[in-house]
């Protein structure tokens, strides 16, 4: 079976600080994992993904994510916010070999100025 | 770039009403998704395809139908809309490699009253 947790609803951080927005998965298999991000009144868009390559994955807008197999984490990362950071930001888990993909509940991310 | 549209951004409709919401993808990708999207969980998924008249039931795909019959255009039917599939629906495409990304169209907020 496969879940997806993210341990987050809501993060709140100032502009310019650090993000760290937390998952954890399960999976019975060698997981793919993504992060997407979703802006007010806007679809999907990916962040970064990884697919057993390198461990430490760069995405867009200086977001970066690692997967660690002991911990079966894959949390997501920027060194600094910026405003237009402020959305909600989804992790997903798939199966190799299939093509379901199993959403986290979501965690909203704030910036304060 | 991919580009996914659906039908409509917002629709209202009433309760019993038989409901479409169409999807058109410009990417000749083979596969293609129907989510619903409520708050605190995620995205879920109701229907996929993986070709043409090809459809596998996804996590909750009660009281929905769909229908694939060109490779562009994937429909999310609603045979009776009922009040608790008030909802965002969000259509997303991909190629059929594992671990291509998945591309998702604007929504659709539907209202069921």
Known sequence: AQSVTQLDSHVSVSEGTPVLLRCNYSSSYSPSLFW???????GLQLLLKYTSAATLVKGINGFEAE??????????TKPSA?????????CVVSLYNFNKFYFGSGTKLNVKP | DVKVT?????????TGEKVFLECVQDMDHENMFWYRQDPGLGLRLIYFSYDVKMKEKGDIPEGYSVSREKKERFSLILESASTNQTS???CASKTRDTIDTQYFGPGTRLTVL
Do not use: I, W
């Open chain 1, 36 to 42: 997407y991000v979703q802006h007010p009144n806007k």
């Open chain 1, 67 to 76: 997967f660690k197999k002991s911990e079966t984490s894959f949390h997501l």
């Open chain 1, 82 to 90: 910026h405003m237009s950071d402020a959305a909600e930001y989804f």
């Open chain 2, 6 to 14: 659906q039908s409509s951004r917002y629709l209202v409709k009433r």
């Open chain 2, 88 to 90: 965002m629906y969000l």
